[in-house]
Nanobody, 113 residues
C-alpha cells in the first residue's frame, strides 16, 4: 500500500521560512516525478513545484520556493522562504510510481502575525 507522509507545516510569521517534507513508500514501481500542490480556502488546488528523478524542477515561484528530493529516501522537500499571508494553504505532496499519481493527506501552512 502506497503511503505519502508529509511533515513540516505550521504557523509562521510573514517573511519567515518553512521546510516541508514528504516521504513516499509502499510501491515496487519506479518513482518518477514528485511535487507539491496547495489549496487555499475557497480556491482551486494549484501547482507549487515539480521535480523529476534527475532533479529537473519547475516552480510557480522559484525565487521563494525550492523543491528538492532524496532518491535514496524517496523523499521530496519544499523549502519556502519569504512567506506571505497569501501562501496560507493546505500543501499536498504527490509521487508518481510508474504512471500512477499518489497523494499525501496534506499539511497546513498558516502565515500570520
Amino acid at each position: 500500500q502506497v503511503q505519502l507522509v508529509e511533515s513540516g507545516g505550521g504557523l509562521v510569521q510573514p517573511g519567515g521560512s518553512l521546510r516541508l517534507s514528504c516521504a513516499a513508500s509502499g510501491s515496487g514501481f519506479r518513482l518518477n516525478d514528485m511535487g507539491w500542490y496547495r489549496q487555499a480556502p475557497g480556491k482551486e488546488r494549484e501547482l507549487v513545484a515539480i521535480i523529476s528523478p534527475s532533479g529537473s524542477t519547475n516552480s510557480a515561484d522559484s525565487r521563494r520556493f525550492t523543491i528538492s528530493r532524496d532518491n535514496a529516501k524517496n523523499t521530496v522537500y519544499l523549502q519556502m522562504n519569504a512567506l506571505k499571508p497569501e501562501d496560507t494553504a493546505a500543501y499536498y505532496c504527490y509521487a508518481e510510481f510508474g504512471s500512477i499519481r499518489f497523494w499525501g493527506k496534506g499539511t497546513l501552512v498558516t502565515v500570520s502575525s
